[in-house]
């Protein structure tokens, strides 16, 4: 059964960095057949995608356009664990900070990445302010 | 970076109703990358459908979900007290994910 403890600090200060970090169990950071994200999720903005890291014979991030100038994903594959490091926070980066596992799906010999989250972290609450 | 608008933005109805929540796309969506997540109060969203129509591991068969291009529907066939809570559908495009604002299954 896979599953993913989160981290970190609660409290940030503004124009501090956010770093949290996930650890994975039951599978690897490095598998070729998963990718490894970041979602917040507030009452203004919802639902909103940070950014995935991913192996596929080398890294691979993707961040969103939102947040990209900003934002770094970092795997860790000594310690089976990815990190979120969000620069240059201001309070409208409050919110609940998860991270989550998108995995390829196979049916019939065929396999595809759908890019659906089916594993979740629980959710840290990060509120930024003095 | 595509949008998504689900509607309508609360459904109010009783055990045993069947519910329609709709999502739109603001560009075509692949259908192998249109999601749908349960959430509760308190809880991290729980996958419910992937690929537009493939229900998740352990997930129940009275949700249903269908669609293409930018137009996409989960069904609750009949709604169990469990059902109340916020929906979200998810999509991906051009190395990009996005969420839509939700909808709202209310008694």
């Known amino acids: 059964q896979v599953q993913l403890q989160q981290s970190g600090p609660g409290l940030v200060q503004p124009s501090q960095t956010l770093s949290l970090t996930c650890a994975i169990s039951?599978?690897?950071?490095?598998?070729?057949?998963?990718?490894w994200n970041w979602i917040r999720q507030s009452p203004s903005r919802g639902l909103e995608w940070l950014g995935r890291?991913?192996?596929?014979?080398?890294?691979?991030?993707d961040y969103a356009l939102s947040v990209e100038s900003r934002i770094t994903i970092h795997p860790d594959a000594a310690n089976n664990q990815f990190s979120l490091q969000l620069n240059s926070v201001t309070p409208d980066d409050t919110a609940v900070y998860y991270c989550?596992?998108?995995?390829?799906?196979?049916?019939?010999?065929?396999?595809?990445?759908?890019?659906?989250?089916?594993?979740w972290g629980t959710g840290t609450t990060v509120t930024v302010s003095s | 970076e595509g949008v998504l608008t689900q509607s309508p933005g609360t459904l109010s109805l009783s055990p045993g109703e069947r519910a329609t929540l709709s999502c739109r796309a603001s560009?075509?969506?692949?259908?192998?990358?249109l999601a749908w997540y349960q959430q509760k109060p308190g809880q991290a969203p729980r996958l419910l459908i992937y690929?537009?129509?493939s229900r998740a591991t352990g997930i129940p068969d009275r949700f249903s979900g269908s669609g293409s291009g930018t137009d996409f529907t989960l069904t609750i066939s009949r709604l169990e007290p469990e059902d109340f809570a916020v929906y979200y559908c998810?999509?991906?495009?051009?190395?990009?994910?996005?969420f839509g604002g939700g909808t709202k299954v209310e008694i």
């Open positions: 989550a596992r998108d995995v390829r799906h196979c049916s019939g010999g065929n396999c595809y990445y759908y890019y659906d989250m089916d594993v």
């Open positions: 998810q999509q991906y495009g051009s190395s990009l994910l996005t």
């Open positions: 890291t991913y192996y596929r014979t080398k890294w691979y991030s």
């Open positions: 039951g599978d690897s950071v490095s598998s070729n057949s998963a990718g």
């Open positions: 560009q075509s969506v692949r259908s192998i990358h």
């Open positions: 690929g537009t129509s």
